[in-house]
């Protein structure tokens, strides 16, 4: 068939009296198809063509085979049925099944084809309303302390406005939500009404029409009164806003990786929420063409206020501590707590950051630092291992204690063959002292400037010590000539001599 512009040269020139002989020389065309063009009057587009169907020895067998595909739908994808599992199958079931099996393969092919393309939809266009949000976390290199570590971040994004805020945590669990949330809405000084999080996110997750929240997640809700959405499976459209401020952030943001301090937690609510405000203030929305602060104004006005009292996100739960005074989270964290709490009920407070431990009566025992990941991790409460060892001062040689955190000094007085159990007991317990009002470094350091003086280890002594270690440097203050206190004699309303001359 001729190209259309061709045969609408050819009507042109029989329009204006050329001959069909004449047509087909100046088209370079056979005759018979210049006659053919230039006497067709219908030029209607062809209706679609009708599809034959042919009948198959496949066919008492398709809606067998089509029913065993849908049932796997459910299952693992790596344990569906292939098309040969589902040949060698039907062969056993059925004794006169004499189907190849190519023939089977092509149905096979031909029908999850047909329900793949059954399955994809379309994304509508949403609106989105001032004061709602969209949550998820994204993942990023940072350097901490010099050593470059890969972290979470949680991203609140504003799709109306278009603004969006970060907060950085070792992990996605739902107490890490929680507080990024509320540290959040602290910043800006109110709630969202609406947030929208992911399947995948740590605060639970939508399973058909059934919304499934962690305990947590659950009070700390209620307590700021917002309302929560799952988003659709495989609708990413939903939460489009937040996926693309978790990419923009992190190529705005974080290249290079951030040098963040050891305190994240503090870093978080000072720095960097200002950091992530000033990203996106400046910027032009992309559809409405005004600033996303101007914009994000509106947000906050459809703000909820804030509760009188902030929830105090941590998750609660009783385990009990191995032979060696130990508890384990998550599977492969253990914190040690002192052998004197072995096989004991212990109450766990687990936060965004922390892990605070009681014994069976709420008694603090002490706090941690709280360790994620998929590697085995041991954490120490320096503390409750004191105390546990200076009640048995034989184990000094083999304790933890001596191996990981102590040396110098102190490491080597209690290590001396002169001295004594009582003596190695009374150090260790008065260590443990000072640790329950500072740093374990200050501690240590305090008891080492009593040894180095050739004092006795008592208590008023390293007490006084460690409170100069807090506060400023032990030789600089010994060198110190003091404060001149002339210059404020101008003050008094009279000098000495002249009030005994009164």
């Given at each position: 068939?001729?190209?259309?512009?061709?045969?609408?040269?050819?009507?042109?020139?029989?329009?204006?009296?050329?001959?069909?002989?004449?047509?087909?020389?100046?088209?370079?065309?056979?005759?018979?198809?210049?006659?053919?063009?230039?006497?067709?009057?219908?030029?209607?587009?062809?209706?679609?063509?009708?599809?034959?169907?042919?009948?198959?020895?496949?066919?008492?067998?398709?809606?067998?085979?089509?029913?065993?595909?849908?049932?796997?739908?459910g299952w693992s994808k790596k344990q569906r049925y292939t098309a040969k599992r589902v040949w060698i199958i039907l062969g056993e079931k059925h004794q006169e099944f004499n189907c190849s099996y190519n023939v089977v393969a092509r149905f096979v092919a031909a029908y999850k084809q047909e329900q793949r393309l059954s399955m994809r939809f379309g994304y509508d266009e949403l609106v989105w309303h001032p004061g709602e949000a969209q949550v998820d976390f994204g993942e990023a290199d940072f350097y901490i302390g010099g050593k470059l570590e890969r972290l979470k971040y949680l991203v609140v994004s504003f799709p109306a406005s278009n603004m969006a805020f970060v907060q950085i945590f070792r992990g996605e669990t739902s107490e890490c939500v929680c507080q990024g949330l509320r540290d959040i809405f602290e910043y800006l000084g109110g709630v969202p009404f609406l947030l929208i999080f992911d399947n995948a996110t740590g605060v639970g997750r939508r399973i058909g029409d059934i919304l499934q929240m962690t305990r947590l997640f659950t009070l700390f809700r209620?307590?700021?009164?917002?309302?929560?959405?799952?988003?659709?499976?495989?609708?990413?459209?939903?939460?489009?806003?937040?996926?693309?401020?978790?990419?923009?952030?992190?190529?705005?943001?974080?290249?290079?990786?951030?040098?963040?301090?050891?305190?994240?937690?503090?870093?978080?609510?000072?720095?960097?929420?200002?950091?992530?405000?000033?990203?996106?203030?400046?910027?032009?929305?992309?559809?409405?063409?005004?600033?996303?602060?101007?914009?994000?104004?509106?947000?906050?006005?459809?703000?909820?206020?804030?509760?009188?009292?902030?929830?105090?996100?941590?998750?609660?739960?009783?385990?009990?501590?191995?032979?060696?005074?130990?508890?384990?989270?998550?599977?492969?964290?253990?914190?040690?707590?002192?052998?004197?709490?072995?096989?004991?009920?212990?109450?766990?407070?687990?936060?965004?950051?922390?892990?605070?431990?009681?014994?069976?009566?709420?008694?603090?025992?002490?706090?941690?630092?709280?360790?994620?990941?998929?590697?085995?991790?041991?954490?120490?409460?320096?503390?409750?291992?004191?105390?546990?060892?200076?009640?048995?001062?034989?184990?000094?040689?083999?304790?933890?204690?001596?191996?990981?955190?102590?040396?110098?000094?102190?490491?080597?007085?209690?290590?001396?063959?002169?001295?004594?159990?009582?003596?190695?007991?009374?150090?260790?317990?008065?260590?443990?002292?000072?640790?329950?009002?500072?740093?374990?470094?200050?501690?240590?350091?305090?008891?080492?400037?009593?040894?180095?003086?050739?004092?006795?280890?008592?208590?008023?002594?390293?007490?006084?010590?460690?409170?100069?270690?807090?506060?400023?440097?032990?030789?600089?203050?010994?060198?110190?000539?003091?404060?001149?206190?002339?210059?404020?004699?101008?003050?008094?309303?009279?000098?000495?001599?002249?009030?005994?001359?009164?």
């Open positions: 068939m001729l190209q259309v512009f061709r045969i609408e040269s050819i009507k042109d020139l029989a329009g204006q009296g050329k001959t069909i002989a004449e047509i087909a020389k100046i088209q370079d065309i056979d005759y018979k198809t210049a006659k053919r063009y230039v006497e067709q009057e219908d030029f209607n587009q062809p209706a679609q063509p009708v599809i034959k169907h042919f009948s198959s020895i496949l066919d008492p067998y398709k809606d067998e085979i089509r029913a065993m595909i849908v049932e796997s739908h209620m307590h700021y009164g917002f309302q929560v959405r799952f988003c659709n499976p495989y609708s990413g459209n939903e939460k489009g806003n937040v996926e693309s401020n978790v990419g923009y952030i992190r190529r705005n943001l974080f290249v290079p990786p951030l040098d963040v301090p050891q305190d994240i937690a503090s870093y978080n609510t000072g720095i960097l929420l200002k950091l992530s405000y000033d990203l996106k203030a400046g910027i032009k929305h992309y559809k409405h063409e005004l600033p996303v602060s101007e914009l994000f104004k509106k947000d906050k006005e459809a703000f909820k206020s804030l509760p009188l009292k902030p929830f105090e996100v941590f998750s609660r739960q009783t385990v009990k501590a191995d032979g060696y005074g130990r508890i384990c989270l998550s599977g492969n964290h253990f914190y040690t707590l002192g052998g004197q709490y072995r096989d004991s009920p212990i109450i766990v407070d687990a936060a965004a950051w922390t892990v605070t431990t009681y014994d069976a009566n709420g008694k603090l025992i002490g706090t941690m630092a709280r360790e994620y990941g998929s590697e085995r991790t041991s954490s120490q409460n320096i503390g409750s291992m004191l105390a546990s060892l200076s009640r048995k001062p034989g184990s000094w040689g083999n304790s933890f204690i001596r191996e990981e955190m102590l040396d110098g000094p102190l490491k080597s007085y209690l290590d001396s063959p002169t001295i004594t159990r009582h003596q190695t007991a009374s150090t260790l317990e008065l260590l443990e002292q000072l640790t329950r009002n500072f740093p374990y470094d200050v501690a240590q350091q305090a008891l080492e400037e009593c040894l180095k003086k050739g004092s006795e280890l008592r208590k008023d002594d390293a007490v006084t010590l460690a409170n100069r270690l807090m506060t400023f440097d032990l030789d600089r203050a010994e060198n110190s000539t003091g404060v001149d206190l002339n210059k404020y004699n101008v003050l008094l309303p009279m000098g000495k001599e002249e009030s005994n001359g009164q």
